[in-house]
């Protein structure tokens, strides 16, 4: 076992194992090696921190090295400051393994250096959920936002927060602070709470003050906003061509909220302002966008933390330039580097020829070591899934369904009902929930289209669902025809709401803004006139409806 590098002070025993806090001036006995590991989130492979599948085992040396086989090891190894959970990676299969690879990732980085493991995922809810039930599932961004109450965003995040915390997850990368005001926004969508600026920051800092009471920190993302893209940063260059006086108007006010709030970290962007930074590189690696306007103008001495370093995004550039590039802009952690070891052999080369310096090492050391604090142990088996928390999540989907037209609403008893159209999952639920017939027909060919229509009209009524039907014609293709044969079609958006403008005779719409079983739950209580729907509109669909809209 390595040497403690912290003084620890024993405060209670959870799951048999001590809770450590670091006290005196850590950095002092840190070494360069370990000071730049803390910089490092990385995912690894495997339900055990300690036992693995040969597969996993493979998966763990193509990634850290021959000899690496574990995710322990590879804490060890290289000082890992953070792990990031993922289903592909083989670490959220239950509850109880999510706990008992939490405590033993935890037990490496305590054996290792005495400082606490941040453990990490991406728990937005709605469409981004790492982990689905027995947790109870929150609707996402938009569903809350459509609620029009702020105290849902804190409910919501309470909830999800002291499930993670449950779980041995330190940090939620959430909430989404974007302002979604590009209706083709393919990076954010239903992620968003909105495309106004002050209805997404009332309900960000709601939502940031929710987790903080579980326990659990936060990311507050994507500086300086991805709401004016229709690029996945995950999948190319993201760029925003609108001017610096309307970014630092309508997207930086909700992170100056967030800031305000006492945010503990947010995450940098891959996207290009060339307003904001002509030279044309991503916010994640612009010194002008992290240190010039996120520290120096909002004054946040939080850590920054990169989104993920594998996007397509940066593909263009070498991992030495995003390395360094990103340290150099004002970035604290790396967040999946390509490279665990490369990222690790490039910080320690960049002091060791002065491109930086151990000072600025230090800087951001110092920022992550704040946010480690209380117990890295919890209990197993975790609590999770209570009646209490998935009630909270049912009352919060039930607010936030939204009818906009109502002309074959509500479903009569005794009517034939046709579920079809997008998501597999979703029809199937769907039609469950309303004890419908199920054609389920995803993007549909003309060949099913047409097998669509057929049915529609062996049936009473249609309900069609889409999923940003703007940027798949053969959706739309789907409904005109589902319309143009008279029946009474519904027309359920779970996706954004943005769909009616692509279908604007549509005369019965409902916006759901998701699919999870919350919401399947309370869309179908709407359709059948069991639940009146309470929300409203958190955009605005141009040349429609106006923010806040609903049918009377």
Do not use: C
């Not at 929150?138 to 609620?147: E, F, H, Q, R, W």
């Amino acid at each position: 076992m390595k040497r403690r590098l912290l003084t620890l002070v024993v405060a209670l025993t959870v799951a048999g194992y001590p809770s450590a806090a670091v006290a005196g001036d850590p950095l002092s006995r840190m070494t360069l090696a370990e000071k730049v590991g803390q910089m490092v989130v990385s995912y690894v492979y495997g339900e055990s921190a300690t036992s693995v599948s040969a597969a996993d085992a493979a998966a763990n040396e193509a990634m850290f090295g021959a000899g690496v086989t574990t995710g322990a090891q590879a804490v060890e190894k290289y000082h890992l400051g953070g792990v990031i959970y993922f289903t592909w990676s083989r670490n959220l299969t239950n509850p109880p393994q999510i706990a008992a690879l939490s405590n033993g990732l935890q037990r490496a980085a305590m054996a290792d250096t005495g400082i606490p493991l941040q453990i990490s995922t991406d728990q937005e809810g709605g469409t981004v959920n790492r982990i689905g039930a027995p947790l109870a599932i929150s609707p996402g961004a938009m569903a809350i936002g459509a609620t029009f109450d702020p105290r849902t965003a804190y409910d919501a995040a309470k909830v999800s927060g002291t499930e993670l915390r449950a779980l041995g997850i330190t940090v939620t990368h959430a909430p989404v602070v974007d302002v979604n005001t590009n209706p083709r926004n393919a990076a954010d969508g239903v992620r968003a709470f909105s495309d106004r600026t002050a209805h997404v920051a009332t309900f960000g800092v709601a939502a940031e003050r929710g987790y903080r009471a579980a326990g659990v920190g936060t990311t507050a993302k994507h500086f300086p906003g991805l709401g004016d893209t229709t690029v996945n940063t995950d999948n190319g260059v993201a760029v925003t061509d609108e001017t610096r006086e309307q970014i630092l108007r309508t997207h930086v006010p909700p992170f100056r909220a967030i800031i305000a709030a006492g945010a503990g970290s947010i995450m940098a962007a891959h996207i290009v302002a060339p307003s904001l930074d002509p030279t044309g590189v991503p916010a994640s690696l612009s010194r002008p966008i992290i240190t010039g306007l996120l520290r120096e103008k909002l004054g946040f001495d939080g850590v920054v933390v990169t989104d993920a370093l594998e996007a397509a995004a940066l593909g263009d550039y070498t991992d030495e330039q995003v390395i360094v590039g990103a340290v150099r802009a004002g970035v604290d952690q790396l967040l999946m580097p390509r490279s665990v070891p490369g990222a690790i052999r490039i910080l320690l080369d960049a002091v060791a020829s002065g491109r930086l310096s151990e000072r600025r090492i230090d800087q951001s050391v110092r920022r992550i070591l704040r946010t480690k604090t209380g117990s890295p142990y919890v209990v197993e088996p975790p609590v999770v899934g209570t009646p209490a928390a998935v009630d909270t999540m049912n009352r919060i989907a039930a607010r936030s369904i939204t009818t906009l037209r109502s002309a074959a609403l509500p479903l009569q008893d005794g009517q034939d009902v046709l579920v079809t159209g997008w998501g597999a999952g979703t029809t199937t639920n769907l039609a469950t929930a309303l004890g419908a017939t199920r054609l389920y027909t995803g993007s549909p060919s003309d060949t099913v289209i047409a097998q669509a229509v057929a049915a529609a009209a062996e049936h009473d009524v249609t309900v069609v669902t889409t999923s940003n039907a703007w940027a798949d014609p053969t959706q739309v293709e789907l409904v005109q025809a589902l319309l143009a044969t008279g029946r009474p079609i519904v027309v359920v958006a779970v996706g954004t709401p943005y769909d009616l403008a692509s279908f604007p005779a549509a005369p019965t719409f409902v916006a759901a803004y998701g699919y999870q079983p919350p919401t399947i739950a309370a869309l179908a209580a709407v359709l059948q006139g069991r639940a009146q729907a309470p929300g409203r509109l958190p955009v605005t669909i141009d040349g429609l409806y106006p923010y806040g809209f609903r049918a009377p």
